[in-house]
T-cell receptor, first 115, second 110 residues
């Protein structure tokens, strides 16, 4: 079974530039999560999707961050414009409520550096 | 609200030493509890889980017991190896919402 796929793995951009991250969850997983992980910290939820619906985006900085999950499968997270403080690892995870939603499976993450 | 508090690191142990990483939680209802491990440059991997009180999760020599009376889920291993060097995260879930601790970095030296 293929795991959660994320791309790119690394991204370096200058501040004020836009950036986008892509995630392909495990096949059949209806719940998709985007997290931000700062150095030395645990993951912090940005947004959670149930199928194509964003059911929890309370921690998403909506002035510059946006996300979409078309057709309830792949998802894209965008930052525009990026700020220095956005440097972090962005993790995507998925789970299946049909399996009791007890486990999340994480992708390798995208390490973003804003200069 | 829901939260997880983890023992702060970093932790440095010699190979074959005994490991304990403390984790306590606050939750409404009956959460599931997890330990995730993160190796350098990688995402989080599920290490073990427990879904109800008194359950013991185990994997790769690691163990943790869900203690409702002390709201704890401490991670233990009897004999650590160099390859266990990583960051360990305690987490809880209530349905589809997950809450992570800040992580404990473990370094095992030969």
């Amino acid at each position: 079974e293929a795991g959660v796929v994320q791309s790119p793995r690394y991204k370096i951009i200058e501040k004020k530039q836009p950036v986008a991250f892509w995630c392909n969850p495990i096949s059949g997983h209806n719940t998709l999560y985007w997290y931000r992980q700062n150095l030395g910290q645990g993951p912090e939820l940005l947004i959670r999707y149930e199928n194509e619906e964003a059911v929890d985006d309370s921690q998403l900085p909506k002035d510059r961050f946006s996300a979409e999950r078309l057709k309830g499968v792949d998802s894209t997270l965008k930052i525009q414009p990026a700020e220095l403080g956005d440097s972090a690892v962005y993790l995507c995870a998925s789970s299946s409520t049909r399996q009791g939603a007890y486990e999340q499976y994480f992708g390798p993450g995208t390490r973003l550096t804003v200069t | 609200g829901n939260s997880v508090t983890q023992m702060e690191g970093p932790v440095t142990l010699s190979e074959e030493a005994f490991l304990t990483i403390n984790c306590t939680y606050t939750a409404t209802g009956y959460p599931s509890l997890f330990w995730y491990v993160q190796y350098p440059g990688e995402g989080l991997q599920l290490l073990l889980k427990a879904t109800k009180a008194d359950d013991k999760g185990s994997n790769k020599g690691f163990e943790a017991t869900y203690r409702k009376e002390t709201t704890s889920f401490h991670l233990e291993k009897g004999s650590v190896q160099v390859s266990d060097s990583a960051v360990y995260f305690c987490a809880l879930s209530t349905g589809n919402q997950f809450y992570f601790g800040t992580g404990t970095s473990l370094t095992v030296i030969p």
